[in-house]
């Protein structure tokens, strides 16, 4: 497509957008899909040729083009090699979705993640981010998709070339306090232990005997240095105070003390589930 062509559906979204923002409750997904529109259009190509060439249904690149459905990465990308775009025409749009669905104290946190090496993450009451089923994180957010969906895409960093080493301990209580019902619990907990690899740990604490109960914290290497986030009542805190990091660093190291080995913990997350979810 023509740069000419691209400014023009530019100008095209825009003016349509003032007609619409009032009702979507995503402008930048309403953005987003009125450009794959307005760039197929002016390809010339039918809504269900291109949707036929990316293997989805008329119905699916309906409701994307509508707003009404937020795609994965790998999708977007597809569309715009699909419409012969140039690259980032529409990821630039797609990339501000997680703006809207991420509040903004967690952002700066998002980009570290993203860039560490390793990361270790004390769970106190619910399932980390990053080990959360789709269903669990679902009942997490109350069904609103866009946050749904980004939360699922911070786990890319699980399927990187060169992940980076995971360290999870999570305090008993994760296992019983009910998100979705006893299928969802059951279903997250027992992905939770088939996720336990050597690069990817998780140990269980049980309550009675775990040091900390004051909150859930994170601590991040990234380029060599660890950055830290805690949970608060109210919002997150990104940190790179050594002297809070220093607080972060002997709570994890006081908590993995007390914390199962994997092959029980693993085995003590199975249990759970069966036992208190079936």
């Not at 980004?150 to 305090?171: C, G, K, N, S, W």
């Amino acid at each position: 497509m023509r740069a000419s062509h691209v400014r023009e559906a530019w100008s095209t979204v825009k003016s349509d957008e003032r007609g619409v923002m009032g009702r979507s409750s995503s402008p930048t997904l309403t953005t987003l899909g009125r450009l794959v529109r307005t760039y197929r259009d002016a390809s010339g190509i039918l809504q269900k040729d291109l949707a036929n060439r990316l293997g989805y249904s008329d119905g699916w690149l309906s409701n994307l083009e509508t707003g009404q459905l937020r795609p994965r990465s790998e999708q977007v990308l597809s569309i715009e090699e699909a419409l012969s775009l140039p690259r980032g025409a529409l990821m630039a749009v797609y990339d501000q979705l997680d703006r809207e669905s991420l509040p903004g104290w967690f952002r700066p946190w998002l980009e570290e993640e993203k860039k560490a090496t390793v990361v270790r993450s004390f769970a106190l009451t619910l399932v980390p981010g990053l080990l959360q089923t789709i269903d669990y994180a679902r009942a997490m957010l109350q069904d609103d998709e866009p946050a749904v969906t980004a939360r699922m895409e911070r786990q890319a960093i699980r399927q990187r070339e060169t992940p980076p080493a995971l360290y999870f301990v999570i305090d008993e209580a994760v296992l019983h306090r009910e998100r979705g019902g006893a299928k969802v619990m059951h279903d997250q907990l027992m992905a939770m232990a088939d996720a336990a690899s050597p690069r990817l740990t998780i140990q269980v604490v049980r309550s009675a005997v775990n040091p900390r109960n004051l909150g859930t914290f994170t601590i991040a290497t990234v380029d060599g240095n660890d950055v830290g986030y805690v949970e608060t009542a109210v919002r997150g805190i990104v940190t790179s105070s050594r002297d809070d990091l220093a607080v972060l660093s002997e709570a994890w190291e006081s908590i993995k003390a007390h914390a199962m080995p994997q092959h029980e913990s693993v085995d003590f997350i199975r249990r759970t589930a069966e036992e208190r979810w079936t």
